[in-house]
């Protein structure tokens, strides 16, 4: 029953996504209050080429990956806003627009360039090749996500729940969104690895999304939102590893999308039982 | 308490409104009325120390005041349509909110405060819901949850936009009691309006905004119909039949 657990490569992968549960999932809980949730998978895609090139350029090399994602993402978002701003398209066509490009300029460099990483581990994830230097950088995204929350969780909330309330009350407003965003990148990159770049935002929004359909408070949402993430990681790395044709990726997702199926249906806020709800 | 001097308020340096001098003193409320897009939200920003105005300045007289010139603190009651009301958060934490400012990173609410929650609960008479999840409330309890906050706030001035536009009549006059009850306080309040019988019974001062400009004096004198006309707040065609009406009432 528990074989899976004596390959070295098997244990890696399970530390890496337990850990990366804890920091995806406070962040998963926000981005889908704040109404951003298909701008998260936007900005997955849009930070690809950012990645790709520094992954070319250096290597596997954790910092200047980030750096790199960390660009392609601020350009994205800069020139979509741009592009709203001064042009006659709209943001979520301007957004579409840049990210598409920016995803197919990734996959287009990663391919030209003979990469040694197989396009459907970076696509989908791969539990197999979880090194030394993704350990670290999970942990360290954790550590940051964690510490970041510990500080900025009331303004989080305020400014998520009444933003011009929030504006009102603070000196530095634009600071809490600023950081939101950075700590919204930073769990995207940390997730690359295990869950590949088209998935990794499944693992942001699917337990969050799952967990509004049982709770009426922030900290019961944010604890359920990760045992979601959690079961969701270990269950899918048990059928990827028995079903060795399947990457990680969207195994993890697929089970995270059975919990969102039941929540939807069950949970009290559900479909079934959902009496109070009202838009 | 608030001296604004000819102030220009809009976006991307196109002014909205353009010459807006008014006073604001304590005890005292004053309307602000005009069409959609008037830039009545825009000035309640501007107020707020978010968007800062395009030309003009605007003094706050608070004793308590920040160097900068902003009061200490300003209480404001937004639209409520613009907010998420499936926020998964219970009617006391949304009321706690008002107490949150200058709150360190890991202070709880201290018992003064703890006490001053449970008042405005009381006084807008939530208390029974205090543990309820928001999504239970009805618009007229989410806007009372709101004002709750707002005492909770206990700011010398207070901002309310459109407070009664999505509640029903009872909760509207309980709502205008607490204002007036603000009012007695001493603190200075501005009340985005768009009916105007609730401006004649609360309004000491009325700010009328539109045709990119303001008028400003005692209620009475700014609200009548060549004014209201003139600011684009009433057609022509809608004055007449004001007017027909009026004299049909008289006779």
């Keep these: 029953m528990l074989e899976w657990l004596e390959y070295d490569f098997m244990q890696r992968a399970l530390v890496a996504t337990s850990v990366l549960s804890v920091s995806i999932a406070p962040v998963g809980a926000f981005l889908v209050l704040r109404r951003l949730s298909l701008a998260g998978e936007a900005m997955a895609h849009a930070i690809v080429p950012g990645i790709v090139i520094a992954f070319v350029i250096f290597g596997l090399s954790a910092v200047s990956m980030i750096t790199g994602g960390l660009i392609a993402g601020i350009l994205v978002a800069l020139g979509t806003s741009m592009l709203a701003r001064r042009t006659l398209i709209r943001e979520d066509a301007s957004l579409a627009s840049l990210y598409l490009i920016a995803l197919a300029l990734g996959i287009f460099i990663l391919s030209a360039a003979g990469s040694a990483i197989p396009l459907k581990s970076f696509l989908f994830g791969s539990a197999l090749g979880i090194g030394d230097d993704t350990l670290v950088l999970i942990g360290a995204t954790a550590t940051i996500t964690l510490m970041t929350f510990a500080v900025m969780l009331r303004p989080l909330i305020a400014a998520t729940f009444d933003p011009i309330f929030y504006e009102s009350q603070s000196h530095r407003p634009g600071l809490v969104q600023q950081w939101f965003m950075f700590l919204l990148v930073l769990n995207l990159l940390a997730a690359f690895k295990s869950l590949g770049t088209l998935m990794a935002v499944g693992l942001m929004i699917l337990p969050a999304t799952a967990a509004r359909y049982w709770v009426s408070t922030i900290t019961s949402y944010m604890i359920l939102t990760l045992i979601f993430a959690l079961l969701s990681c270990w269950i899918g790395l048990i059928l990827s590893f028995y079903l060795s044709q399947v990457p990680t990726g969207p195994a993890i997702v697929l089970v995270a999308g059975g919990f969102f199926f039941f929540s939807l249906l069950f949970a009290p806020l559900g479909m079934v039982w959902g009496r109070f709800v009202q838009k | ?251």
């Design chain 2, 1 to 251: 308490m608030l001296n604004v001097h000819q102030i220009a308020l809009g976006y991307n340096g196109t002014p909205l409104i353009e010459g807006c001098s008014f006073a604001l003193e304590q005890g005292q409320v004053c309307a602000v009325i005009g069409h959609n897009g008037s830039g009545k939200s825009t000035l309640m920003r501007t107020l707020l120390g978010i968007q800062p105005p395009l030309a003009g300045r605007i003094d706050w007289h608070d004793p308590a005041s920040a160097p900068k010139g902003q009061p200490r603190n300003i209480a404001y009651l937004g639209q409520s349509a613009d907010l998420d009301h499936q926020f998964p958060m219970r009617v006391k934490d949304a009321v706690a909110m008002g107490a949150w400012k200058g709150l360190g990173f890991w202070t709880g609410i201290d018992q003064a405060k703890a006490d001053r929650i449970d008042y405005a609960l009381t006084r807008t008479g939530l208390a029974e819901m205090a543990d309820l999840p928001l999504y239970a409330c009805s618009a007229g309890q989410l806007q009372r949850c709101f004002f709750a906050r707002a005492i909770v706030q206990d700011a010398p001035v207070i901002l309310l936009d459109e407070p009664f536009s999505t509640i029903d009549q009872s909760t509207e006059a309980k709502l205008v009691e607490i204002i007036r009850e603000w009012r007695a306080e001493g603190r200075g309040l501005m009340i985005v309006l768009h009916d105007l019988s609730a401006v004649m019974g609360l309004a000491d001062t009325c700010l009328l905004l539109g045709d990119g400009r303001a008028s400003f004096g005692q209620a009475d004198d700014v609200i009548t119909i060549d004014n209201l006309i003139a600011h684009h707040y009433l057609s022509e065609t809608q004055a007449e039949w004001l007017t027909l009406l009026q004299q049909k009432g008289a006779s």
